[in-house]
């Protein structure tokens, strides 16, 4: 089994950026295919993009790809997604999810717990 | 973008019924590209059925998957009370996407 295990709720100004970790096990890290999915309350899921460590090249969904920063640091075993300009309609819990091997065409067996991300003045 | 188009948006069923959720895809998902996920309230989604009809590891065999090209079907043969909750179709072959969910109630 591989847990990933995300960074706390955070609370942001509009305009302002946020910065979500998940971390997973070590043994893993450069094989897992990251991706990130946001879910906005009562709404479904949407894939935001994603990142492979081991090519290191995020790959982004069209609707996000000017305000998402995705990245990996093997050295922690850490995957990161950084949103900018926030606005209200950001507020959603934000997913870590994947699997292992060097591709994108794979389901997400693994899902990290979610994080909250609360946009507000 | 492939777009996924769920439906009904909401099933009302009794437990021991059977419950039929459809997803279709704007083009040809390949068989192997499209999964399914179950969503309770509070939790993360948790992977049900990839490649179309293949239950992930303890997922009971009353799930079931079929489908081809643009219509897919996701099968529950008798409703237990754990499974009230939304199902979503995901399609992982043309970068990925998500349907709208269906969500599955108690009647």
């Known amino acids: 089994q591989v847990q990933l295990v995300q960074s706390g709720a955070e609370v942001k100004k509009p305009g302002s950026s946020v910065k979500v970790s998940c971390k997973a096990p070590?043994?893993?890290?450069?094989?897992?295919?990251f991706s990130w999915v946001r879910q906005a309350p009562g709404q479904g899921l949407e894939w935001m993009g994603g990142?492979?460590?081991?090519?290191?090249?995020?790959r982004y969904a069209q609707k996000f790809q000017d305000r998402v920063t995705i990245t990996a640091d093997e050295s922690t075993s850490t995957a990161y997604m950084e949103l900018s300009s926030l606005r209200s309609d950001d507020t959603a819990v934000y997913y870590c999810?994947?699997?292992?091997?060097?591709?994108?065409?794979?389901?997400?067996?693994?899902w990290g717990q979610g994080t909250l991300v609360t946009v507000s003045s | 973008e492939i777009v996924l188009t769920q439906s009904p948006g909401t099933l009302s069923l009794s437990p021991g019924e059977r419950a039929t959720l459809s997803c279709r895809a704007s083009?040809?998902?390949?068989?192997?590209?499209l999964a399914w996920y179950q969503q309770k309230p509070g939790q993360a989604p948790r992977l049900l059925i990839s490649?179309?009809?293949n239950r992930d590891t303890g997922i009971p065999d009353r799930f079931s998957g079929s489908g081809s090209g643009t219509d897919f079907t996701l099968t529950i043969s008798r409703l237990e009370p754990e499974d009230f909750a939304v199902y979503y179709c995901?399609?992982?072959?043309?970068?990925?996407?998500f349907g709208g969910g269906t969500k599955v109630e108690i009647k």
């Open positions: 999810a994947g699997g292992l091997g060097y591709t994108y065409a794979n389901p997400f067996d693994y």
């Open positions: 083009q040809s998902v390949g068989s192997r590209y």
């Open positions: 490649g179309t009809s």
């Open positions: 995901q399609q992982y072959g043309t970068s990925l996407t």
């Open positions: 990142i492979i460590p081991v090519f290191d090249t995020p």
């Open positions: 070590g043994g893993t890290f450069s094989s897992f295919a």
